[in-house]
């Protein structure tokens, strides 16, 4: 199959704030295999870029992503164990990836986010929504089972049955919805989502790399952990981020009355 050109884009902002484009909007960002692979690539880019302090998933033509494509990926899975196998565990190790980076990820929600598009939103730190957006499970519409992150991500965030009521019945919620639910952190109507993205990454960008990534792993690794696992790790954490390069310049710069300056050590 002839391969298409940029199906994915990325952008650096000069303020640090990364963008990772999914570029299919005639398919409405359905994911083919070229696309899969690339955005893994995308992925290892960012991760491996200093400059970039977070990073922003969007799709062109107003829609994020509508899942597999399903003459590229499903056709061929539904006639090849190995295949399916082989789609469950590219997909699974692509959004582990952007869960477990060290930057904050933001999933930009706008139009449809569902199938493979709602396990890449949920894989994120964080979800931004457009109040006209289209956000959910959807696998079950088409007696098809989500490989990727819905059984073990979804219930942690909204409660067994909330994640059971999206997975069982493929209901779409709107972007105002899904905020509250708290499967996304805030919705804006589409004349103020460019604005809404702006404001909610700023943080990101102002505060200390190091500390950002050493809270998010504590935080994700806690997730499975007993309560005598977690205190351990919270100590542990804490005792690691106190003795950072970005501690000791916080403390400095509380005391001396100015910004500080990270080096994200």
Same mark, same amino acid.
């Given at each position: ?9 990325? /952008? ?36 491996? +870029? %200093? ?18 494509? @399903?003459?590229? @990926? ?29 930057? %904050?990820?933001?999933?930009?929600? +706008? ?7 709602? /396990? ?46 999206? *997975? @069982? ?20 109507? %589409? ?17 200390? %790399? ?25 100590? *542990? ?11 000791? /310049? ?16």
């Amino acid at each position: 199959m002839e391969l298409e050109k940029d199906v994915i884009q990325y /952008e650096l902002a000069e303020n640090g704030l990364a963008t990772i484009w999914l570029n299919r909007p005639h398919k409405r960002n359905c994911v083919s295999p070229q696309l899969l692979r690339d955005l893994e690539a995308a992925v290892d880019k960012v991760a491996a +870029e %200093p400059k970039a302090l977070a990073v922003v998933f969007r799709g062109r033509g107003n829609t994020f992503c509508s899942g597999a494509d @399903l003459d590229q @990926l499903v056709g061929p899975v539904l006639h090849e164990t190995s295949t399916s196998l082989q789609l469950a565990i590219d997909s699974a190790r692509t959004y582990d990836k952007i869960f477990n980076m060290r930057k %904050p990820t933001i999933a930009a929600v +706008e139009g449809y986010a569902v199938a493979g598009g709602f /396990e890449l939103m949920i894989s994120c730190d964080f979800a931004l929504a457009s109040s006209e957006a289209k956000i959910g499970d959807f696998h079950i519409r088409r007696a098809l089972f989500g490989g990727a992150g819905p059984i073990y991500r979804l219930p942690r965030y909204i409660g067994m049955r909330k994640a059971k009521e999206l *997975m @069982l019945t493929g209901k779409l919620l709107s972007g105002d919805e899904c905020a509250e639910w708290g499967l996304c952190n805030a919705s804006a109507t %589409p004349d103020k989502f460019d604005d809404l993205i702006a404001e909610f990454c700023q943080p990101f960008l102002d505060l200390s %790399p190091f500390c950002m990534w050493m809270t998010k792993m504590a935080v994700n690794r806690g997730m499975d952990a007993d309560t005598n696992t977690l205190i351990t790790l919270e100590t *542990m954490t804490c005792n690691v981020v106190h003795h950072s390069q970005d501690a000791k /310049e916080g403390v400095a710069a509380f005391l001396g009355k100015r910004k500080p300056v990270w080096t994200g050590n």
